[in-house]
């Protein structure tokens, strides 16, 4: 499928070892459907700026990653002040704690055996079979055998409840559309003077928050077919449906997935289940439905981990799970759509 990037794109960032200044300005995040996994779908996160300096993260960096009790558990963190979380600044005393969930422990499909198994030998920094093992942010390093988390140290080791060792690949589909009165005319928001946005948004069975609907990307698929398949798993409930329903439903996907879209973000990501060893990196990416008539087509109806599905307007009072609304701010920005009833704001934000 062709790939049009609109505008400027945020390009992925290599976040090596010895790095002394990098900066991320995007955030979002993924659910995970159940049937695949038993990460449930607590969701993954993006902090606004993902940024490391030679005394330290800054406060706004790197923060979910370090969050306690670890999601699903009553494991406590190793506490990781700001100036130690880059791995370039020398911590002898440095002693994290060590968790790997009994879900994955359990050795599911979606799930790497333990590193110590003597049959285990991962390819890591590159495609090991159909697992890809490169990460988004360039190469990481491997310390005794195990990956290091190239944004820093998190205060646990080993994976939690990550399948992967090293990333871990997700994709976030942001289905758009414009606001339209009864006669069809797109709908201005009567300060900003900008048309009004609305994206496919589901309310998450887990905590009951809403978010993009979105997952993991399976060994061998393509992010196209991730987001694809996701979107109408969690948004249309494809699982439910029958073979004939199925197929018309594929063909109506095809149609909104084949046009030209917009990649938002590519790269790691801040997610409290991150840990020295193992962390989410997602892929991001906007179909907009510029007439409508596609999703015109198209009934919503929640499904797997998805407890209802709707569309919302989108601007600046949205209260979405973890960091969805950074996503939703980048592609209001992209788009020109309306975000903000203040100007100013608009203005200094327009450049991430």
């Known amino acids: 499928m062709a790939e049009r990037i609109l505008g400027k794109t945020l390009a992925t960032v290599s976040l090596s070892v010895a790095l002394a200044s990098v900066t991320v300005k995007s955030s979002g995040c993924c659910s995970i459907p159940e049937c695949r996994n038993a990460f449930s779908s607590c969701g993954f996160h993006l902090s606004s700026n993902i940024m490391s300096t030679s005394n330290g993260a800054k406060e706004n960096s790197h923060n979910k990653a370090r969050t306690s009790p670890y999601p699903g558990s009553k494991v406590q963190r190793s506490q ?123 309310k998450r069975k887990d905590c009951g928050e809403w978010a993009i609907p979105g997952g993991m990307v399976d060994p ?32 109506q996907l095809h149609k909104l997935f084949s046009q030209e ?4 973000y590519k790269g790691y990501v801040d997610d409290p289940r991150n840990t020295d060893n193992a962390w989410m990196e997602t892929e991001a990416v906007n179909y907009h439905d510029e007439t409508g008539e596609v999703m015109d087509d198209l009934t919503l109806e929640a499904g797997d981990d998805a407890g209802k599905v709707k569309w919302v307007d989108i601007s600046d009072q949205l209260q979405l799970y973890a960091s969805h609304s950074q996503f939703i701010k980048l592609v209001a920005e992209k788009r020109d759509a309306h975000w903000s009833e203040d100007s100013e704001t608009e203005t200094e934000c327009h450049g991430l």
């Open 261 to 264: 879209h917009l990649v938002i």
């Open 220 to 251: 061998g698929e393509k992010i196209s077919a991730t987001l694809k398949r996701e979107f109408g798993e969690e948004a249309l409930n494809s699982l439910q449906k029958s073979g004939a329903e199925k197929r018309e439903l594929e063909e």
């Open 80 to 202: 990781v002040p700001n100036e130690k979380v880059g791995w370039f600044v020398e911590w002898q005393d440095y002693n994290p704690v060590e968790y790997t969930a009994v879900s994955v422990l359990a050795g599911p499909k979606w799930a790497d055996p333990q590193i110590s198994e003597s049959n285990f030998s991962p390819k890591f920094n590159e495609k090991d079979g159909h697992v890809e093992r490169k990460s988004q942010n360039g190469l990481y390093e491997i310390e005794n055998g195990r990956p290091r988390n190239p944004a820093g140290r998190t205060g646990l080791v080993g994976r939690g409840l990550l399948g992967r060792w090293g990333p871990n690949h997700a994709a976030d589909p942001i289905i758009t559309r414009w606001k339209r009165d009864s006669s069809g005319n797109k709908i201005t928001h009567p300060i900003s003077g900008k048309n009004i946005l609305q994206f496919v948004a589901i």
